[in-house]
């Protein structure tokens, strides 16, 4: 069966530190990867999407980066975190081409930069 | 602009009685719909989706309902449990998306008082 871990569960960080969350999937091959992030009381922002290796797809412009360097692992990261890059940081997965649509999310990071 | 939206930001239902939440949809474009639950510090879990070739799709206690000429789609809970008390997000695709991206709505808080 698949599994997807993230890492770490939560992190406090200050102003202006840089950020490395990391993000793998077992039990799947080439898997869609994504990252979302969920502010305080709001819905689910994606933020980054890849479909291979080495191919990122930017959704929203700021200061975060993402990168795919394994088939299975995808990272986000910051040069320097802002207080608004608070909130909860999700990963997810899909089969490449599957019709159903469906993502499965991870148990997710709880960054508060301080 | 949001493609997705949820009005309702919370729901309160008596446990055993029926709820209801409901989003739309802006584009046109969007012919598969997905239900997400999501507790507090986890990562959404899929719940149910359908397709627009279809305007009801029905598990157990779940039913998701899909009014295309209003661009609409509710979820029924029925009988609601206290085990239900979640943020709902619905989601939405297109075939003309690459990396089966979802489109999220802001959630509905639903809480299911015993």
């Known amino acids: 069966s698949q599994t997807i871990h993230q890492w770490p569960a939560t992190l406090v960080q200050p102003v202006g530190s840089p950020l490395s969350l990391e993000c793998t999937v077992e039990?799947?091959?080439?898997?869609?990867l994504y990252w979302y992030r969920q502010a305080a009381g709001r819905g689910l922002q994606l933020l980054f999407y890849s479909v291979g290796i080495g191919q990122i797809s930017s959704e929203v412009p700021q200061n975060l980066s993402a990168s795919r360097p394994q088939d299975r692992q995808f990272i986000l990261s910051s040069k320097k975190l802002l207080l608004s890059d608070s909130g909860f940081y999700l990963c997810?997965?899909?089969?490449?081409?599957?019709?159903?649509?469906?993502?499965?999310f991870g148990p997710g990071t709880r960054l508060t930069v301080t | 602009d949001q493609q997705v939206k949820q009005n309702s930001p919370s729901l309160s239902v008596q446990e055993g009685r029926i709820s209801i939440l409901n989003c739309d949809y802006t584009n046109s474009m969007f012919d598969y719909f997905l239900w997400y639950k999501k507790y507090p510090a986890e990562g959404p879990t899929f719940l149910i989706s359908?397709?627009?070739?279809?305007d009801k799709n029905e598990d157990g206690r779940f039913t998701v309902f899909l009014n295309k000429s209003a661009k609409h789609l509710s979820l029924h809970i029925v009988p609601s449990q206290p085990g239900d008390s979640a943020v709902y997000f619905c989601a939405a695709s297109g075939i003309y998306n690459a990396g089966n991206m979802l489109t999220f709505g802001g959630g509905t808080r639903l809480m299911v008082k015993p």
């Open positions: 997810a997965w899909s089969v490449r081409g599957d019709t159903s649509y469906e993502q499965y």
């Open positions: 359908i397709s627009s070739i279809k």
């Open positions: 039990g799947t091959s080439n898997p869609n």
